[in-house]
């Protein structure tokens, strides 16, 4: 679908560029929204949100017996290592999680829980729940919502 519309008037060319219709600034607008609506919710936990995105990659993990490294951690969450490197070792410092650099790459950074860290997966269990509460957005919404964003996702990154 890449194809383009003739403008025929000065009036399509000022609908085309209005804020209230770019998909981009929609997209922008509900992100530091929701964000936003994170922020109490994960002050009790003392975390920001990419420290909380963090700390999902890695609960997800530990469940499944992994020590991820730093570069998966970043490939998952579209970081790239020098905003990812500060997170975890704010992340450390609180006694969260630990870094290891591998004895044969140096070069290769793991990443694993400590007991404290598995220990706030369950106090941060009821946080996804309460946001869609306080949205108002119900389970079958949220779910076609995220199906409908990972598709976008996927269609801007294969245009790469």
């Known amino acids: 679908m890449k194809?383009?519309?003739a403008l025929?008037?000065?009036?399509?060319?000022n609908n085309l560029l209005a804020l209230d219709n770019q998909l981009c600034f929609a997209?922008?607008?509900?992100n530091r929204a929701i964000t936003g609506r994170y922020r109490p919710l994960l002050a009790e936990l003392d975390l920001t949100y990419p420290q909380y995105l963090v700390m999902l990659v890695m609960w997800e993990a530990d469940r499944k017996g992994d020590s991820p490294r730093v570069s998966s951690i970043g490939e998952r969450l579209r970081l790239d290592s020098g905003t990812l490197t500060p997170l975890l070792r704010r992340l450390e410092q609180r006694g969260l999680l630990t870094r290891q650099r591998?004895?044969?790459?140096?070069?290769?950074?793991t990443v694993a829980l400590t007991d404290e860290g598995r220990a706030m997966r369950?106090?941060?269990s009821d946080v996804p729940l309460r946001l869609l509460c306080d949205l108002g957005v119900g389970p079958e919404q949220a779910v076609q919502l995220r199906e409908d964003l990972r598709d976008l996702l996927?269609?801007?990154e294969g245009d790469r």
């Open 122 to 124: 369950e106090k941060a």
């Open 8 to 13: 025929d008037s000065e009036e399509d060319i």
């Open 3 to 5: 194809e383009r519309k």
């Open 27 to 30: 997209l922008y607008a509900v």
């Open 102 to 109: 591998s004895s044969e790459d140096e070069r290769v950074v």
């Open 154 to 156: 996927s269609r801007v």
